[in-house]
């Protein structure tokens, strides 16, 4: 079992860079494939990127692909979600989410714990 903590999200410009982090608690977080997905006022949850054990492969939303990117450090139990050149339509209340398996998910589905979520919002 693990449990996510997400931080980082505020007000920002578009255009902007802006890191968000998620901390996991609990003894085993190396074995799982972490995700970020985001969910918008109306909307379903997308996901936005994904990260395999050990960092060995990423995967990423169509709509963020060049501009996001996912990295992790087992050592501190965490995973960052990268985000340039910020646009509106990236508001969003994003998630951190883990799933005990070797292959990205990109379902919310696929995953079996969750963060509380952090809002990013983007001003034109």
């Known amino acids: 079992q693990v449990e996510l903590v997400e931080s980082g999200g505020r007000l920002v410009q578009a255009g902007d860079s802006l890191r968000l982090s998620c901390a996991a608690s609990g003894p085993h977080f190396f074995v799982f494939t972490m995700g970020w997905f985001r969910q918008a006022p109306g909307k379903e949850r997308e996901f936005v990127a994904g990260?395999?054990?050990?960092?060995?492969?990423?995967s990423y939303g169509h709509s963020v692909k060049g501009r996001f990117a996912i990295s992790r450090d087992d050592a501190q139990s965490r995973v960052w979600l990268h985000m340039n050149s910020l646009k509106p339509e990236d508001t969003a209340v994003y998630y951190c989410?883990?799933?005990?398996?070797?292959?990205?998910?990109?379902?919310?589905?696929?995953?079996?714990?969750w963060g509380q979520g952090t809002q990013v919002t983007v001003s034109s």
């Open positions: 989410a883990a799933r005990n398996s070797v292959d990205i998910g990109a379902n919310a589905e696929d995953y079996d714990y």
């Open positions: 990260i395999t054990r050990r960092g060995s492969e990423t």
